[in-house]
């Protein structure tokens, strides 16, 4: 059956670490796959996205990468900060056309002062 | 520029009876998506509009439905409503939807059904 899943439900770290959330798939080929954050009451923001061909990508303190044979997409926050807290979500799509995403469960981030 | 906007923020209804709620894209934006989320299932995908056309679908039975119009705004209803279908509702726009396009989503309505 098809699954998506990410790491842990909740994940504490210190500030000033290194954050690393984990996506794993089975039995989906997806096109690209999304991360977004979410913070209580409203809705997810995006944040970096990843196509099937590409092996890392950076926005500022962000980077994910995209293992394909692991089926696999890592995503790390470096420097992490308190604001940092919330849940982070990843997404696929197995096409191009459209729009159709599923959606992990999510992590909970707490960086703690 | 404004964001996604949905109305009605909050909503309580009684089993049974159908909702529609709205939602309005991005200026500019010809896709919009649909999605619930509760703690249970998470964020699962209804369905997405692009054009005034439904493009995809998720799996949920025939009470969910939905519509665009040509000014992009959408609309989706539930019809017979149960107690499972207490939830947040979120819509996303994007220019096209697809890769390359990133998802902007609103604030959510949150419904009750009791």
């Known amino acids: 059956s098809q699954k998506i899943e990410q790491n842990s439900e909740a994940l504490n770290i210190q500030e000033g670490k290194t954050a690393t959330l984990t996506c794993n798939y089975t039995n989906y080929s997806p096109a690209y796959l999304q991360w977004y954050r979410q913070d209580p009451g409203r809705g997810p923001v995006f944040l970096l996205l990843?196509?099937?061909?590409?092996k890392e990508k950076r926005k500022e303190r962000l980077k994910v990468t995209f293992d394909t044979t692991l089926k696999q997409s890592l995503f790390h926050i470096t420097a992490s900060q308190p604001a940092d807290s919330a849940t982070y979500l990843c997404a696929l799509d197995e096409d191009n056309y459209g729009q159709n995403f599923v959606f992990g469960p999510g992590t909970r981030l707490s960086v703690l002062p | 520029k404004a964001g996604v906007t949905q109305t009605p923020r909050y909503l309580i209804k009684t089993r049974g009876q159908q909702v529609t709620l709205s939602c309005s894209p991005i200026?500019?934006?010809?896709?919009v998506s649909w999605y619930q989320q509760t703690p249970g299932q998470g964020l699962q995908f209804l369905f997405e509009y692009f054009s005034e056309t439904q493009r995809n679908k998720g799996n949920f039975p025939g009470r969910f439905s939905g519509r665009q119009f040509s000014n992009s705004r959408s609309e989706m209803n539930v019809s017979t409503l149960e107690l499972g279908d207490s939830a947040l509702y979120l819509c996303?726009?994007?220019?096209?939807?697809?890769?390359?396009?990133?998802?902007?989503f609103g604030q959510g309505t949150r419904l009750t059904v009791v």
């Open positions: 200026s500019g934006h010809r896709s």
């Open positions: 990843i196509r099937e061909n590409e």
């Open positions: 996303a726009s994007s220019l096209t939807g697809g890769q390359n396009t990133e998802a902007f």
